[in-house]
């Protein structure tokens, strides 16, 4: 008998992946803010630090505007749950670490700046916050995942370095 919980590993790496993802230059920012976190029902529950989101496209449309991140999944634990219905459910508890650029420019290259600057943005990226991750997945992940599978997405922050200047 397989380990059922074997994909979970490179699911997690696809979600985080998902949230680092930068606009591409043609892509409208109603398109990329789609391209974050797909894996998430319409109907979803997500939490960020305690603050719940009314639906999957606002919280889509909130990460959007935040700096640029750079996840690290550090550990993972996860079971298997039987639900009765042709489909079991995985509870999924992460452990994670993320970084945030401080440069002052969002995802979409927004910023403050009153004089344009002429060079490149380049991301200043803060020390490591830590982030516990905890996460209701159906077992259809198992077969794709590029699949609306996550019911239940709670993100929060544990650890923030006394030298960052960012807030989440």
Known sequence: MSDPTAKLENFLKALLKSLDLQPLSEQSPEMYANTILPQLQTPSRV??????YGSKQVFQQTWATL???????????????PTGQPQSIYSILARVRVRFDESGRNRLGDTADLVPVSRPPRPLYSPWFGVSLKLIADEQLNQTFECECISSFNYRITEKPESSVFTL
């Open 47 to 52: 939490i960020i630090n305690g603050t719940p």
């Open 67 to 81: 700096p640029s991140t750079q996840h690290q999944l550090l550990s993972y634990d996860a079971h298997l749950i």
